[in-house]
């Protein structure tokens, strides 16, 4: 990982700090996307844009999103405001999340996955499924894997890396880097 990479991590968690309900999610997927995109040329693949639209793309419902943004965004944003912790929390989080999924595309593309032009499109379905699949079954908040007091394995930190670099990747550790990977690439082989 370079520090542009780690720049675009922290800036998916900055997204957070946006106030308004969907302009926040708007600008976390396109840096996502440029995150997702970035990575794949660090391993010499050129994503298109319709793959980088579906690893990135919200899946909830039109429904849902209005029903959250009228009743229960205020709210949230509300407490959040007045409890800044539930902010740097939320923030911790969309990075962690925004890290986790660049170290899934990235062994997705150590596999071979997404790097013919022509299999892209039915590729990037399937990873994406195996992302949603992975981050719904284990839990990437980094605060709360530590209150749950669950394992966070060794993951090895880059000691020659610049100091952001570092961070990110403790970061990433702290939030289950071991068991996300682990169950990624169980998903992505059927297991």
């Not at 639209?53 to 959250?68: A, E, K, Q």
């Amino acid at each position: 990982m370079n520090s542009r990479l780690a720049s675009l991590m922290v800036l998916c968690g900055l997204c957070t700090l946006i106030p308004l309900p969907f302009l926040d999610g708007w600008c976390e997927r396109r840096v996502t996307r440029k995150l997702l995109d970035a990575t794949a040329k660090a391993r010499g693949v050129e994503l298109d844009a319709a793959v980088l639209y579906t690893l990135t793309h919200d899946r909830s419902s039109m429904l849902l999103g209005c029903l959250y943004a009228v009743f229960i965004w205020p709210f949230k944003k509300l407490f959040s405001t007045l409890f800044v912790i539930l902010v740097i929390k939320q923030a911790f989080d969309a990075a962690a999340l925004a890290a986790h999924r660049a170290a899934m595309l990235r062994l997705a593309l150590d596999r071979g996955l997404l790097a013919s032009p022509a299999l892209q499109a039915i590729e990037g379905e399937r990873v994406r499924d195996a992302m949603d699949a992975t981050l719904s079954d284990v839990r990437t908040s980094p605060l709360g894997r530590a209150l749950r007091r669950l394992r966070n394995p060794a993951v090895p930190v880059p000691e020659d890396a610049d100091p952001l670099v570092r961070v990110v990747e403790s970061m990433r550790r702290y939030a289950g880097a071991g068991p996300v990977l682990d169950k990624f690439a169980a998903v992505l082989d059927g297991r």
